[in-house]
């Protein structure tokens, strides 16, 4: 995984590119859900970490801004956010043993950049159908208070579903600013 990020941050910078939306830290423990699948490391949280740790290695040696996506973690739902809004119902406990280690590695290990997902978790915000796009208490408070984090913070796209069916576009790009992004 180190070998393959280094190659793809020398190829990509070779034409310009300099940040990569990858890798996928989502820990995939949901047979049902539509949209991970293959592009997750795995269903074992400590493999999944230690594999983004890995890539974001590589990415460094190659000179290339690594994103760890989709923060908190979307490996664990059955909706598509491309079609609509999942919610991850399980406690803090069970997200910190489970969904956010793969991203506290990341951090840990100097990642530059995270993508923030369009996911609601009321274990870490309680507010009603908010999503961690648009969560003070998830991009701000958890990310970069607890976990440390001071780098770039994405968004997933924008034109998915699960916010564009929420809020209209320049709304949800305020929401997403004023959240941490």
């Not at 820990?27 to 949209?35: C, D, I, K, T």
């Not at 293959?38 to 983004?52: F, W």
């Not at 991203?103 to 961690?132: C, K, N, Y």
């Amino acid at each position: 995984v180190r070998e393959e990020a280094r190659i793809t941050a020398i190829e990509s910078r070779a034409i310009g590119v300099h940040v990569n939306f990858a890798p996928v830290a989502d820990v995939n423990n949901n047979a049902r859900n539509p949209v991970i699948n293959i592009r997750s490391y795995g269903e074992d949280p400590a493999r999944v970490a230690a594999l983004v740790g890995a890539y974001l290695s590589g990415a460094r040696d190659g000179r290339m801004i690594a994103t760890i996506k989709h923060f908190p973690g979307h490996g664990d739902t059955d909706v598509d956010s491309h079609l609509g809004l999942p919610v991850i119902t399980f406690d803090r406990a069970r997200l910190q043993s489970v969904e956010l280690l793969p991203f506290r590695r990341g951090v840990e290990q100097g990642a530059e950049a995270v993508m923030a997902a369009h996911i609601v978790l009321p274990a870490l915000d309680p507010a009603s159908s908010t999503p961690a796009t648009f969560s003070r208490p998830i991009l701000h408070d958890l990310l970069r208070g607890e976990m440390g984090f001071g780098g770039l913070v994405y968004t997933d796209s924008m034109s998915m579903d699960a916010v564009s069916k929420m809020v209209a576009p320049g709304e949800g790009a305020v929401r997403a600013f004023l959240a941490g992004a």
